[in-house]
Structure formats: C-alpha cells, structure tokens
Nanobody, 124 residues
Framework: QVQLVESGGGLVQAGGSLRLSCAAS????????MGWFRQVPGKEREFVAA????????VYADSVKGRFTISRDKTKNTVALQMNSLKPEDTAVYYC?????????????????WGQGTQVTVSS
C-alpha cells in the first residue's frame, strides 16, 4: 500500500509564495511520475504539474507555467511544488498523485494513488 501525505498549504496574499510537499511511503518502487492537481468546489480536478521520477522531466499547466516549479527528491521519496506569484485563482485544494504507468501526465486517470489534499487560499 502506498500513502501520500501533503503538507505546506495555507493562507497567503496575492503575489506571495507557498511550498507544498508530498511524502510517499509504503511501496514506492517502479514509480513513473508524480503529479500535483488542484480542485475547487463544483469543478473538476485539474492538472497543475508533473515530474517523471527517473529523469526529472517536468510538465506544467499553462496557467502556472513560469510561476510554479515541481521537483523531486528520490532519496527522501518526496515531491515538492514551489508556488510563486500566487493569484486568487490559484485558491484550491491541492492533491499529490503517483503513477506507475506511462501515459499522458496531465490526465487524472493515469494516477493510481492520491493524497488527501491540502488547502491553498490566496487572498486579494
């Protein structure tokens, strides 16, 4: 069984920064990629960023490109999301996810394990 635990969410003013972290425990072998998604009430969960575990290749949603940076620490089995220049529209619950499958990293259906989420609120 794999567990993903997010941390680092909170309340920040527009223009500020937050750093989210996701710790993976349990069976962590054969991970292909880790991703961050976000969701607001009444809307579908949307892709934010992903990173391949072995090569460190990254992909971002257009809405966060240039502001957010995803990184991973293979020795600690953690993935982080550095969020800068935050905007009120970034307000959401942020989820960490993991996949062992090769595929379209932007797709929620690719991921087999999810964390419980951490709230990020950006005030204007």
């Amino acid at each position: 069984q794999v567990q993903l635990v997010e941390s680092g969410g909170g309340l920040v003013q527009a223009g500020g920064s937050l750093r989210l972290s996701c710790a993976a425990s349990g069976r962590t072998a054969s991970v292909y990629a880790m991703g961050w998604f976000r969701q607001v009430p009444g809307k579908e969960r949307e892709f934010v960023a992903a990173i391949t575990w072995t090569t460190g290749s990254t992909v971002y949603a257009d809405s966060v490109k240039g502001r957010f940076t995803i990184s991973r620490d293979k020795t600690k089995n953690t993935v982080a999301l550095q969020m800068n220049s935050l905007k009120p529209e970034d307000t959401a619950v942020y989820y960490c996810a993991r996949t062992r499958k090769v595929g379209i990293l932007r797709s929620t259906s690719l991921y087999d394990y999810w964390g419980q989420g951490t709230q990020v609120t950006v005030s204007s």
